[in-house]
Every structure is written in C-alpha cells, then in structure tokens.
C-alpha cells in the first residue's frame, strides 16, 4: 500500500488532533446489533443457536424480525472505525453521519466477506486454485472488487490463504489447497485483483488476508483447534501466501482464532508484530477475528476481557471485531501506562492509512448510479465467472471414454443436487440471488441436452429406487450429481468422516447395477468443498468428474465440459484421499527415513494406502499429453528447464505442466518434492510446442528454525509433468556461491 507524502501528511494532522476517545474509536469494528424481538442478548442468543436450543430456522426466523441498531450515536461521537455490511444505503447514510456529524469527519471503513464473489458469485477458492491461472484469480477478484464498492464495501474480508492439507477442516473450500508456492501465486494474483491500480474508487477495496497464520493447521482438522509447529514449518510452509501477499501491498490482515505453539493468534507478538509488521513490512492494520479478543480469555491466556485487550493492543493487533474490548477497556489501559500512547498511535495511523489510501475522505458515499449498476449481473461479471467455472472442472476418471456426451443422447439426470440452484455457490457466498444461479439441470438445458431429471436420491435423502430403475431404463446416460451440500463445508464444518454422505454410495451402487444391466452409461459428477475420500467411487465408478461449487454459472460450466464444448483442463489444487484415516494427507511431506513401500517396516497402513488416491496436480484431459525428454540448463542465476509437449489426440487442449524440486541432502529434512513453478499451455490438435520454466537459484533455500532463510549447496532433484506423482526427473548438483 503506497500513500503519497500529501497523504500521509494528512494522516498524521489528524492524529494530532484526535482526543484519546477518538483514537481509540478508530480502532472499534462494529456490526449492527440486534435488537427487539426476544428476551435475551444477542450474545447469549448466539450462544443458544451454538448450543442448539434454538434451531438454526428459529434464529433465522427471530433475525428477519428483528431490527437493527447501527450505533449511530457512537458514529457521531467519533467511536465507531468501521462497519460490517453489504447494504450500500445504509452504508451512505452511516457515513454521512462520520463525514458531517462527527468532530473530525473520519469516514468509517465499511467491511464484508466477499471470499469468491458477491453477487457474481465464482468457484470457491480451491476449484479456482486449480486452474493455475493467475491473470484469472485477479480478474475474478476485479469482479469481486467493483461489486463491492458498489455495495458500499470498501474492505473485503479476503484472500482466504490458509494453506490447508487436512480435508476435515471445512474450511479448505475457503483457500487455494495444499501448496505454499500455490497459494502464494494466488494471494498475490488477488491482492493486484482486489486492489487494483486505484484509478478510481470504483474499481478497489482493501484486501484483509486471513487467517494470520496457520489457521489451516488446526489439530485433527477440527475447526479452531490449536495448532503447534516449528519455526522452519511455519515459514516455510504458512507463511508464504501471507508474505507474498504484503508484497504485493495487501492493506489488511485478520489475526486467526487459533494458538500457535500456544500463544493465540490475536495476541501473538511474533506473528504480527515481529513478522508481518516488522520483517514484512506491513504498513497497514489487523484487525481481529470475529470475537477473537475475548476468546483470549477462554484459550487460558488472559485473566479477562480487559487483560485480553492490552495483550491484544501490544501484540499488534490494531482493531476489534465485535467484542468491544478495545471501546471498553483501553482508555484506562492507557492512562494506567499497560499500553504505551505509541502504541495506540501506531495502530490508529495504520487505520487511517488504509482509509486515506482508499479515498475515503475524498469519496465517502457510493454514487446513485454506481448502487443501481449490479442490480442486475452484468454480462462481462457472468462471463469471468463462467469461464472460471469451466476451468475449474476436473476430470479424474474416464474409463471407455464416455466423456464427452454428445446432444444426441438422452440423459438421465439424478441426485437432489444437480436441481438445487441454492447448492451452486458454495460456502462463504453472501450476495446472491436465487434467480441468477443456474443448476446443472438447467445448464444441460441450457445447452440444448434431451435431459429428464429424476428424484433419486442426495447427501439427506432416502434412496428412490422406483425412479432409479425408471432413469436407468428410460435414458442412454444416466449423470449423477453427489457430493456435499454448501453447509458442510466452511466455517464451523468439520468433518470426521469425509467419505460420500448419506446414502449416495448405495444409491450409486444401485445405478451401477442397473445401467451395467441396462448397456446404459453412468456418469459421476461432484459437487463438494473439501477433497473427499472416494476410494469406494474411484475402484466402482468409470466415470468421475470433479465439479466442486462452482458459483452462479455452475450448470452451464458443467454443461459445457459434459459435452466437450469445453475441454476440462483444472488440476487438484489438493490430494484426494482413498479413505477418512488418511488425513491429512499431502504430497509435500517431508522425506522419512522409510519411505512407505510395499514391505511392512515402512511408513504405510495395514489397511489403506499410504498415497493420495488423486494427488496434488492431477486432472485429465479428453486429448492426451506427450511429453518429451527433460532437459536442464544451467545459466548464471537460474535453472532452466525444458521439456517438449504434445497434444497426442484430436482435441485442442490445456495441459498444465509443473515442476517440482527436491532439496536431497539439507540441514534439515526437506519435503519429497515441492511445486516450484507451473505453466498453462494451450496445444492445438496434433500441434506441439517447446515448455521452458525456470526456477531462480534464489527461490531453492529455505527457512531455518531461526526463520532464516538458507540456501544450501548440495544435491537437488528437479521434476517435470502433469502431476505431483507422474514426473521425469534429474538431479543438479547446486552452488549458490
Ligand atoms: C470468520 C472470518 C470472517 C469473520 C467475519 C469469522 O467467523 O472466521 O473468516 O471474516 O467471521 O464475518
């Protein structure tokens, strides 16, 4: 985030003038607060919903009644920073009280989840990690970003960039999977999408990167868990999107609710102070997790609400979402001296940073105009999400190639989820509408398919053998939609058994048997936000198709690959599992001293596999890829590595190729391979092309227990190929001197 001296002069006349109320308002994040309507408060209702004596109806039923109290008297008092909100009325009408009525007019910041779209809502973040394709990531979050701003959001609670292997934690839909270098690419992909160029206030809001840190490291997988690790781990492996990020001027971060080697994220010295604003050089604010200051209480950490909010302040932590703490407690923190006066400056100058940089003193409303502009989705915003849809779509399995259909053939479509529009966008999708999403039913539809659909069966659903027995007779091709409905995954959705839910798997065995009786085909289409254990799916089923939560263009996306008009070209962002006891699992583990083998002394199981059953980067084609003979190149600064691709079939395709390394012999015990750079490559036909990546000898150390980062001379292994298990290798032998 760069601010000009004009800017920054701003900044620091205000401060000057700012009374210690004032101050610390800046640092209060506010949501409306409900009021009216039941007896009890709002926490101790949240409270009733999470212990489950008010069903989740109920608390809908109570929120669409109740009204809201958007603090407009502390707004005007200077002691409100920023708002939760996607209303852009409310949100002019919230900062007009700000601008005009408060002592200084400090605009408030006004801040959502906007984590795969608003209203053109597109894939959740580990579909779209699989396309490989940066200027994609950023021109889906451009959309995101103009959305917003029309909404009255200038701050968007994303990039989600927690590097996340175990399939449990529902929360892996929300990030880019497996992969530090991955995830990098896209957290930087994002930032330059989300915040754009700021040529005008319409096109870029601040980016928050969540969870600051190793939110996805959550013990078994179960959400909010601790999570403890070494230095080398946590550098090497946690922190990079989040490094990448910052350089790429991200002007916000979200501290995360776990502890990391027991120190809670949201008061973490070494986190947020020591790496992100320090070593990172992060100019601009944190902001807590929802409730986050006083969970410190409860992790053990922090005597009470007040004791929290003064380790919090220290720390680094610049704002409070949701609890208040900060309202409350720091006037006399620092009256008391527990937080130093430059303390509170600091984070209060980051938050006006931010709102300088985003022109808010300048442009605080949203123009009349700019609020009609999404009404309705416009085409441009429908066709980045489509193609994102299409380039998400991966292909595990099509044995006899019965992909693609043609138009020809009458299609038998079944499972609950294929007819469900409000199942497309996946979790963390906030703003849109019933009516722009399009189910796979409709998108076959769409696309001109002779399509009946049949009620069969879903992830709650009994099994409906009558009309199984009527799709297999009546259709050439019976597709079936399985998978996971939205609301398990995401946040609070973990999972101990990650295998197919409900009585899917019956309900295909019972397809499988039947269309084999009836010489029909059957197609497997999924629809789901964590990898699932599908070892039963992959040893019965011919045909797999992985078609996650696509957003509101799902069907036609599914559609289009369904028949060939697209060629699916997405690879797994992270590995599949056979089964639950496998997790987590990755393909990025560091080397052990017996590599699991057939023999028994080895690191395996008795009674799984002790490989992915999908690994990291795979994903079919309807062509088939050659590649040619490996060859490394040594050059000054770079290894450059060369391979020839050719398109084998008679389709034109996207192959996307990766490379790999291994560090054999270092310091410390190095990951089996880990991505090192990628490259999408389009071949016609027939046609066959040179690939060359190159990995910088820079990029081939790694960081220490000290958190030092440290090249190494030695022996290196170099991979080339589709995936993370099928590559050619050789070996370099590297001096970085
Ligand atoms: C989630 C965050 C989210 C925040 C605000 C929390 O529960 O962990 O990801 O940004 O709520 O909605």
Redesign the pocket.
Known sequence: MKLTTEQMEKVENLLSQMTLDEKIGQTNLESPSIVGGFDVSFEELIEMVNDGRVSQDEFKKIMSTASRDYHEDDIRAGLVGGM?GDDPVKANELQKIAVEESRLGIPLIM???V?HGLRTVYPIAIAEAGTFDPELFERTAQVAAKESRASGIEWN?AP?IDVARDARWG?VS?GPGEDPYLASCFAKAKIRGLQNDQSSTENYVAA?L??YVAYGACESGRDYNTTSMSVSQLHNVYLPPFKAAVEEGAASA?A??NDLNGVPCTLNPYTLRDTLKERYKMNGFVVS???GIVECVTHGIAEDAKDAGIQSMNAGLDMD?GTHIYKEYLKEAIETGKVSMEVLDDAVRRILMVKMWLGLFENPYVSEKNIEKYKTLPEEHVAVSLEAAKKSIVLLKNEGQVLPLNRKQKISLVGTLAANRDEVCGA?AMGWKSEDCVSIWEGLKNSGADVAYYLCGGPEDEINEDEIVKACIEGDVVVAVIGELVNMTG?ASSKANIEMPGKQRQMMESLLEKTKAAGKSLVTVLMNGRPLGLGWEDAHLPVIVEAWHLGVQMGNAVAAVLFGDENPSAKLASSFPSMNGQCPIYYNHPSTGRPGSKSKFTSRYLDAPFEALYPFGYGLSYTTFIYGEMQVEETADTYDIRVGLKNDGERDGTEIVQLYMQDVTASLVRPVKELKGFVRVDLKAGEEKKVTISLAKADMGFYDNQGTYVLEDGLFRLYIGGNSRDCQCREVRASFK
Do not use: L, P, V
């Open positions: 939760m801040g959502y989840d984590i609670f989600m929360r929300e928050c969540k969870h979200m995360s609710f997790d929802a409730n979402m963390w946040e």
